[in-house]
């Protein structure tokens, strides 16, 4: 259980330090998103209470490092991870489970940025919203297919303990 508190909490640090210093630079025009990447990668391997876990406290780490409210991602990627780990079913093919990650992890950074709109009273640019959710669904599948991978090995080796009655 220690491990796997401990692994979570390096790939977040991990995500969101690499957002900031690699994927956020170069790729400045559309919506991009490694740590939610992350959150769907989990909740394909591990199911949707792992997913939506990761989700909440990734995005609120990241709430908790930005100028916008707090809340506004926790809340985006909780759902990425309910809906992608309750619909994604690790036993399919590849890409159908990838296609699958990478719209709803384009989906919830599109929602962050229209929530994000809706609170801080900013105008949406509803023209440019197409665009950038084509843009960032190709990103984040091409993010998708480098993260999955580890994401499958690093919890494959965290397997929780079965519950069951131990004879001595």
């Known amino acids: 259980?220690?491990?796997?508190?401990?692994?979570?909490i390096?790939?977040?640090?991990?995500?969101?330090l690499l957002q900031m210093t690699l994927?956020?630079?170069?790729?400045?025009?559309?919506?991009?998103?490694?740590?939610?990447?992350v959150v769907a990668a989990v909740a394909i391997t591990a199911g949707p209470g792992a997913g939506?876990?990761?989700?909440?406290?990734?995005?609120?780490l990241a709430?908790?490092?930005?100028?916008?409210?707090?809340g506004v991602l926790a809340l985006t990627w909780?759902?990425?991870?309910?809906l992608v780990g309750r619909y994604a079913d690790p036993r399919r093919a590849r890409?159908?489970?990838?296609?699958?990650?990478?719209?709803?992890?384009?989906?919830?950074?599109i929602a962050g940025e229209v929530l994000l709109a809706l609170v801080q009273s900013d105008a949406i640019r509803i023209p440019s919203l197409p665009r950038q959710l084509i843009i960032a669904l190709v990103l984040d599948a091409a993010l998708l297919v480098l993260v999955l991978p580890a994401a499958r090995s690093i919890l494959g080796r965290l397997r929780a303990p079965t519950l069951g009655i131990q004879r001595g």
């Open 52 to 60: 939506m876990s990761m989700g909440f406290s990734l995005g609120l």
């Open 95 to 109: 890409t159908s489970t990838i296609t699958l990650a990478a719209i709803g992890a384009a989906l919830a950074g």
């Open 23 to 37: 994927v956020g630079p170069l790729a400045p025009w559309a919506p991009a998103s490694l740590p939610a990447v």
């Open 63 to 70: 709430d908790l490092g930005s100028a916008h409210p707090v």
């Open 78 to 82: 909780l759902g990425l991870g309910a």
């Open 1 to 8: 259980m220690v491990a796997r508190v401990c692994a979570a």
């Open 10 to 16: 390096a790939v977040a640090l991990t995500a969101l």
